[in-house]
T-cell receptor, first 113, second 111 residues
Framework: DAGITQSPRYKITETGRQVTLMCHQT?????MFWYRQDLGHGLRLIYY???????DKGEVPDGYVVSRSKTENFPLTLESATRSQTSVYFC????????????FGPGTRLTVT | SQQGEEDPQALSIQEGENATMNCSYK?????LQWYRQNSGRGLVHLIL?????REKHSGRLRVTLDTSKKSSSLLITASRAADTASYFC???????????FGTGTRLTVIP
């Protein structure tokens, strides 16, 4: 199906574990983004990518790693999960970056115990 | 932080009434975007207004932008129960590649 998908949709993990959240889009959009959504903070940008093999930090990158070897995939890895990383994570893609609309995935609810 | 702030935080209206939400921001912008989020879902883009535009319409949506006051408003006319959602403004700072989201307005439309 065309669109942007995220997996898993729900994840519970323990402090210190490595976790990878997956994002896949079928539009061949150049830009992809990772946000986290927390109560009282709205959405905050973690990392973004303007093209395959090009990534850059957003507002809250500490504790996260990204890669983009293929245009359609943009995985987000928490190298050593902490309780403060409990959040809802959204992936988005865009054909034109911030000068146009972004298309959001359904989100991954991550709980770190 | 360049984060926008929406006002009010929550709004409850009767079906058929108009709903107005406001967004204020701190820095000069390239554009401002409004998104809707239904409970438990991802965000959906509603409308984008550029810094040199003052007003845009899309269906029942009307967005205004006042760069001198660093504020924007989203008007939803003739609201429906299906409009119940959270609404977020997001700004793109001049020269930046980031979208900065506000904390949102929670709109409830009562049938």
């Amino acid at each position: 199906d065309a669109g942007i998908t995220q997996s898993p949709r729900y994840k519970i993990t323990e402090t210190g574990r490595q976790v990878t959240l997956m994002c896949h889009q079928t539009w061949s959009h150049s830009y992809m983004f990772w946000y986290r959504q927390d109560l009282g903070h709205g959405l905050r940008l973690i990392y973004y990518s303007a093209a395959a093999d090009i990534t850059d930090k957003g507002e809250v990158p500490d504790g996260y790693v990204v890669s983009r070897s293929k245009t359609e995939n943009f995985p987000l890895t928490l190298e050593s999960a902490t309780r403060s990383q409990t959040s809802v994570y959204f992936c988005a893609s865009s054909e034109v970056g911030t000068v146009g609309e972004q298309y959001f995935g359904p989100g991954t609810r991550l709980t770190v115990t | 932080s360049q984060q926008g702030e929406e006002d009010p935080q929550a709004l409850s209206i009767q079906e058929g009434e108009n709903a107005t939400m406001n967004c204020s921001y701190k820095t000069s912008i390239n554009n401002l975007q409004w998104y809707r989020q239904n409970s438990g879902r991802g965000l959906v883009h509603l409308i984008l207004i550029r810094s040199n535009e003052r007003e845009k319409h899309s269906g029942r949506l009307r967005v205004t932008l006042d760069t001198s006051k660093k504020s924007s408003s989203l008007l939803i006319t003739a609201s429906r129960a299906a409009d119940t959602a959270s609404y977020f403004c997001a700004t793109v700072q001049t020269g930046a590649n980031n979208l900065f989201f506000g904390t949102g307005t929670r709109l409830t439309v009562i049938p």
